[in-house]
């Protein structure tokens, strides 16, 4: 079940963080709180095993010491299930935590979500990134419209040299 404790369209920076909580692909709770100690980069995505999710969440799998370098822990949530999810992870040997918003309770607070999407799929996750300080701040917000796009992981990145 996911929980969070802000409901907010408009998440800019300067804002607190909407907690949550979700499952990971091991059934495991986890929750923005439990990274209070780093920075963390959400990246919600739409789809799970479609060309442009893969290609972003295996970049950022094959960039993860940069970011660890930066105390960033990253976690990546989409609408698919964690049973999905649990297949993607292992299909492409992702090296960080997949959370399932199976309810679409957090991409809704974090204002990331297609009301409707291609295909008549409606309530799809959209792409977008989140850098959260360890105050859990949001430092950097991007929302894409165009889920054929990619977050700017180069002012990501920027953004988390600064902070860190």
Not at 65 to 87: G, P, R
Not at 94 to 107: A, I, M, T, Y
Not at 119 to 127: A, W
Request: hydrophobic letters at 40%; charged letters at 25%; proline letters at 2%.
């Amino acid at each position: 079940m996911a929980s969070f404790e802000i409901v907010n369209m408009n998440l800019k920076v300067g804002d607190q963080a909407p907690n949550f909580t979700l499952r990971d692909t091991t059934k495991e709770n986890v929750g923005l709180s439990d990274y209070k100690d780093k920075n963390v980069l959400v990246l919600f995505f739409p789809l799970a095993f479609t060309g442009v999710c893969t290609t972003e969440l295996c970049t950022t799998r094959d960039n993860l010491k940069v970011y660890e370098k930066l105390n960033t822990q990253i976690v990546a949530i989409s609408v698919d299930s964690l049973f999905t999810l649990e297949k993607f992870k292992e299909e492409n040997k992702l090296n960080f935590p997949l959370l399932s918003d199976f309810n679409k309770d957090v991409s809704r607070a974090y204002g990331a979500l297609y009301e409707n999407f291609v295909l008549d799929m409606n309530g799809v996750s959209k792409r977008s990134a989140f850098v959260i300080d360890k105050n859990g701040i949001i430092q950097y917000a991007e929302v894409l419209d165009n889920a054929g796009e990619l977050p700017n992981f180069s002012d990501i990145k920027a953004v988390l040299e600064q902070i860190s």
